[in-house]
């Protein structure tokens, strides 16, 4: 199944949880403050992204798959 993945940066402050469980998928820019998909996101396991997204502290992180399911809805909708 692919999957985009978006992070809203106004609701991201850089935790990092995302990235210490899913560094292939997800990049902390320090100069932004915030935590920002990487391309190979779209093709990282479902699993462990809904997990990353249900354990991010603010829920910036929206996971949709391919046929339009939301497997996770950011916060900031």
């Known amino acids: 199944m692919g999957v985009s993945v978006s992070i809203d940066s106004d609701l991201c402050i850089g935790s990092?949880?995302?990235?210490?469980?899913?560094p292939g998928a997800f990049e902390l820019r320090?100069?932004?403050?915030?935590?920002v998909p990487l391309p190979g996101?779209?093709?990282?396991?479902?699993?462990?992204?809904?997990?990353?997204?249900?354990?991010?502290?603010?829920?910036?992180?929206?996971?949709?798959?391919d046929d339009g399911t939301v497997l996770h809805e950011s916060s900031g909708g």
């Open 16 to 22: 990092g949880d995302c990235v210490r469980l899913m």
């Open 30 to 35: 320090e100069d932004l403050g915030v935590s």
């Open 41 to 65: 996101a779209a093709d990282a396991e479902v699993r462990l992204l809904v997990q990353a997204a249900f354990g991010c502290p603010t829920q910036a992180i929206r996971v949709v798959a």
